[in-house]
């Protein structure tokens, strides 16, 4: 059992070698999980906020200087750093039948193939679904132990 992904699911899908092939839609980030944690915060900024401004995930990279995490901090080893976690980005995981990544392919947070939401799986290639926008890309599913971009 697998715990604790990088992203939130969006597919899973088994592959032909008894592997799973999973589209992340987005990163978890310790803005997103506060947010789910704190129903009254959640509550209040969905009042007083303009919803295309909620901290939260995004599925595409539509940027507004009124972000929430334009001017965000954490504090890592006694430093305060300067933060901005991601709201959108693009990932796609290959787990082995255990649950172990054994591949991974990104979008970075300046990519174009956002908002990951599917993928389809042949012998060959894998078709991956950027709702965030609006693309399709199609992935090697040769396998592999390695990464790439998408």
């Given at each position: 059992m697998?715990?604790?992904?990088a992203?939130?699911p969006?597919?899973i899908?088994r592959g032909?070698?008894r592997?799973?092939?999973?589209?992340?839609?987005a990163?978890?980030t310790q803005?997103?999980?506060?947010?789910l944690?704190?129903?009254?915060f959640?509550?209040?900024?969905m009042k007083n906020?303009?919803?295309?401004l909620?901290v939260?995930?995004?599925l595409?990279g539509?940027?507004?200087?009124?972000?929430?995490?334009q001017?965000?901090?954490?504090?890592?080893l006694?430093?305060?750093?300067?933060w901005?976690p991601?709201r959108?980005?693009?990932?796609?995981?290959?787990?082995?039948?255990?649950g172990?990544?054994?591949?991974?392919?990104h979008?970075r947070t300046s990519?174009?193939?956002h908002?990951?939401t599917?993928l389809?799986?042949d012998?060959?290639?894998?078709?991956v679904?950027s709702?965030?926008?609006?693309?399709l890309?199609e992935?090697?599913?040769?396998?592999g132990?390695?990464g790439?971009?998408i």
């Amino acid at each position: 059992m697998v715990k604790n992904f990088a992203g939130y699911p969006s597919r899973i899908v088994r592959g032909v070698n008894r592997d799973y092939w999973i589209a992340f839609f987005a990163l978890r980030t310790q803005l997103t999980e506060f947010i789910l944690r704190e129903h009254a915060f959640r509550a209040r900024m969905m009042k007083n906020v303009a919803p295309q401004l909620w901290v939260g995930p995004s599925l595409g990279g539509v940027f507004d200087y009124r972000e929430p995490t334009q001017i965000g901090r954490i504090k890592k080893l006694g430093i305060q750093k300067p933060w901005a976690p991601p709201r959108s980005y693009g990932l796609i995981a290959r787990l082995d039948e255990d649950g172990n990544a054994i591949e991974s392919f990104h979008s970075r947070t300046s990519g174009k193939l956002h908002g990951v939401t599917s993928l389809v799986l042949d012998r060959t290639r894998v078709i991956v679904a950027s709702k965030g926008h609006g693309k399709l890309a199609e992935l090697s599913a040769a396998g592999g132990a390695h990464g790439g971009s998408i």
